[in-house]
């Protein structure tokens, strides 16, 4: 079947403005791990859809502000991540759990702010919910609960997978020119790893694709017929981000630091979780160890990709801990660049003029997630 | 165990040991016990490899991986059980005399190493690099071929100077780093330094009870 997105849908900027505001501002986004934040002030700070954000650690309460100062708009924190009082380091002005400022250096002397003004300052807030060590944000829209845009199996599930995450974990960002929806549809996409992957993980994984007739009925279902209403678009935006276990591996390697952790599971399986819109979690080593990627759109044709690696819990410390992480990030940077690539290449060929993708029933999927995706967009319901 | 030199590894200087054994046995007792890859070093029986002995060494041959960690794997394990060694230097190389080797070293063909240089155990010098006056390298690194460590210069434990980098006179780079992307580098470098082709920006280890590290650009 011939997709319904137009090329526009991937590479024009009036086209991305209008999907931050009606898709990605009023879903729940994942915004970083929680073991980066276990410490009283220890931070990170991410630009989601052009807003500037810092997760701060208060006293174990983890808060969402907009990462500017009331004062001079001057970021509070600066770092991707670390462990430091939300202060601003220009004139001085600390901030509280509420978001208000709790310290204004020579306020009474200087400043002279009116009673009310000063009662009127606080950061703008947003709604942050935490799954196991998954941190998620919400930037606008209704009120949402994270268990209308997810499963609650499903979120069972990345509580328990996320959970096992160790603490140390090793983070790099991957600057891709290619639009955020190319990347999720590939992860889709269980044909090209024969293509793609041949020489890296499609060795050890032979990725198939499941031809479910009754999910194929059912997208298919979805792609004629659309949402109807909010409710039965977020029945379909639930059924859009599922995981678990995915391919039997070949082999499975021994490695010496496999005794140092505890390991997630005992199958020698892949396993892989795709959560809409913006987060995939996989572990490629049967649940010793994880990849976390966070996709941050950028522009149409820019997006930021948050690449995270941790080992399953330690057990003990262990000499080895670091070089095994730089080994994952240095594995998982060869496959993920055989799939860039060919994103970038797709995303470079597109023009006004390109004819729509046809999808073939494995791409049911997608298919019916692009017919929500256009009631979305044109106002058929509102998230 | 019996005499003369056991050279245990995999990799491209075991294979280059190997395929010269004339060139560093000079009484001939030359032996090598090859490994499959390095992921077989973490379960290698090593059977094959006799009881230590008074007058018997062993060179432990296995390339950069997993920041040394591998060679260290192997090394240490003999180690432990009691096994001597010897550090091996390429005719082809010079090393000054007044520079200090540890044990299982290797210098690979071309290499300088200069005067006052101080080199841990269980590193490697590349072919053609080298390591100029009154540097220092800690155990367990590697530094690649055509590399430089400029004078005074320091890398610690664990870490990679990966091929064909330049690094600066009195430049320090901390432990478990890794420079593979080729260029001079003239700043510190602290703990945990990952530089490579295949990063665009920072990579960062964060938790675990380590220093953070950074990287260039």
């Given at each position: 079947m011939r997709s319904r997105l137009p090329a526009a849908a991937y590479t024009d900027e009036n086209w991305f403005a209008r999907e931050r505001e009606l898709l990605f501002k009023p879903l729940w986004q994942f915004v970083g791990l929680r073991t980066m934040l276990r410490k009283h002030n220890d931070f990170i700070t991410r630009r989601l859809c052009g807003m500037p954000l810092v997760v701060q650690n208060f006293n174990g309460e983890l808060r969402a502000f907009e990462n500017l100062c009331l004062h001079r708009q001057k970021p509070l924190q600066t770092a991707s991540h670390g462990n430091r009082p939300l202060v601003c380091g220009y004139h001085g002005w600390g901030y509280d759990v509420a978001g208000t400022p709790?310290?204004?250096?020579?306020?009474?002397?200087?400043?002279?702010?009116?009673?009310?003004?000063?009662?009127?300052?606080?950061?703008?807030?947003?709604?942050?919910?935490?799954?196991?060590?998954?941190?998620?944000?919400?930037?606008?829209?209704?009120?949402?609960?994270?268990?209308?845009?997810?499963?609650?199996?499903?979120?069972?599930?990345?509580?328990?997978?996320?959970?096992?995450?160790?603490?140390?974990?090793?983070?790099?960002?991957?600057?891709?020119?290619c639009n955020w929806k190319l990347i999720y549809e590939n992860l889709r996409d269980a044909h090209h790893p024969r293509y793609v992957h041949s020489q890296s993980i499609y060795k050890n994984v032979k990725f198939a694709v499941a031809m479910d007739e009754h999910a194929i009925a059912a997208s298919k279902n979805l792609a004629e017929s659309g949402c109807l209403d909010r409710d039965s678009a977020m029945r379909a935006l639930r059924s859009f981000s599922n995981g678990g276990l995915n391919e039997a591996m070949g082999s499975m390697p021994s490695y010496s630091w496999h005794r140092n952790v505890e390991r997630f599971g005992s199958l020698d399986w892949y396993y892989n979780w795709l959560t809409f819109p913006n987060l995939h979690l996989a572990s490629g080593s049967g649940g010793y160890s994880f990849i976390i990627e966070h996709h941050v759109p950028v522009s149409a044709g820019r997006t930021d990709l948050i690449v995270h690696y941790a080992t399953a819990r330690k057990r003990n410390r262990y000499a080895t801990s670091s070089a095994v992480l730089y080994e994952h990030m240095l594995g998982g940077m060869r496959v993920l660049r055989e799939d860039f690539r060919i994103m970038e290449e797709i995303q470079a060929g597109l023009h006004a003029e390109a004819p729509a993708a046809r999808l073939g029933d494995f791409e049911h999927a997608s298919a019916g997630i692009e017919r929500w995706y256009a009631d979305a967009m044109d106002g058929t319901f509102k998230l | 165990m019996s005499g003369g030199l056991w050279v245990v590894g995999c990799g491209r200087i075991?294979?280059?040991?190997?395929?010269?054994?004339?060139?560093?046995?000079?009484?001939?007792?030359?032996?090598?016990?090859?490994?499959?890859?390095?992921?077989?070093?973490?379960?290698?029986?090593?059977?094959?490899l006799p009881a230590p002995s008074s007058d018997a060494r062993v060179f432990v041959a296995v390339d950069q991986s997993a920041l040394n960690y591998a060679r260290f794997d192997l090394?240490?394990?003999?180690?432990?059980?009691?096994?001597?060694?010897?550090?091996?230097?390429?005719?082809?190389?010079?090393?000054?005399?007044?520079?200090q080797l540890g044990e299982n070293c290797w210098i690979g063909p071309g290499a300088l190493i200069g005067p006052s240089v101080k080199i841990g155990h269980n590193t490697c010098v590349g072919a053609g690099a080298l390591v100029d006056f009154g540097a220092s390298l800690a155990a367990n690194v590697w530094v690649g071929a055509a590399a430089r460590v400029g004078a005074d210069a320091s890398v610690g434990t664990h870490s990679v100077i990966g091929a064909d980098v330049r690094l600066g006179n009195a430049v320090s780079v901390g432990r478990h780093c890794s420079i593979e992307t080729p260029g001079h580098y003239s700043q510190q470098l602290p703990d945990k330094t990952y530089i490579d082709p295949l990063f665009e920006g920072a990579v960062h280890i964060h938790g675990g009870g380590s220093q953070r590290g950074r990287a260039r650009g």
């Open positions: 709790s310290n204004i250096p020579f306020e009474r002397e200087i400043y002279r702010f009116a009673v009310d003004e000063l009662q009127d300052l606080k950061l703008r807030m947003f709604p942050l919910e935490i799954v196991g060590n998954l941190v998620f944000v919400k930037l606008s829209g209704q009120d949402m609960a994270l268990s209308e845009q997810f499963d609650g199996a499903f979120l069972d599930s990345l509580a328990e997978v996320s959970n096992a995450f160790d603490d140390e974990t090793i983070l790099t960002t991957l600057k891709l020119e | 075991f294979e280059s040991i190997a395929v010269s054994q004339g060139v560093f046995a000079e009484d001939g007792m030359l032996h090598v016990l090859r490994l499959p890859s390095t992921d077989a070093i973490a379960n290698a029986g090593l059977t094959e090394y240490g394990r003999l180690r432990m059980n009691g096994y001597k060694f010897t550090t091996m230097v390429h005719p082809a190389a010079t090393v000054d005399p007044s520079a």
